[in-house]
């Protein structure tokens, strides 16, 4: 492979393609894929550390809750019913269900395992913010997941 030219930004890079061994123009690196040292878009291929199984577990249990607070809100009898028990329930496996089949169709497809980017800066939850504008002209959008998948 060729030497690259430094692309503006934290967050813009360059894919290689094999088929022509060229370099493509500055941008935003595909889903699952993070800028490195040189300018170049690399695959996301870290295990994830307990922090983010932790994190994963919380943002997948946030949305079983609130179905579940607002089943007991909206209930119009106080006590707990059979057919409160049976929509609690019914939320349950529609939160399980959702959780695994978005698990099982991340890559690697069809297979219960996450790999991820690492955090290297507080920015990399914000690329948002980091877009460069190069000659004060137009601006470049490079945000995707530099955390992908947090």
Known sequence: MMEIERCPGLYCGRMFFEENNTWSNCGACPRGYR???????????????????????FMGAL???MHW???????KERGFSRGQLILHFSAFVEVVTAAVITLLSMEPVWQLKIYSCRVNRLSDWYTLFHNPTPH???KLHCTQEAVYPL
Do not use: H, Q, R, W
């Not at 040189?38 to 870290?46: H, I, K, Q, V, W």
């Open 69 to 75: 607070f607002f089943i007991d809100v909206a209930a």
């Open 63 to 65: 949305p079983l809750v």
């Open 35 to 57: 800028v490195n040292e040189t300018f170049a878009c690399a695959l996301c291929n870290e295990e994830l550390s307990m922090y983010n199984y932790l994190y994963l577990g």
């Open 136 to 138: 004060y002209g137009k």
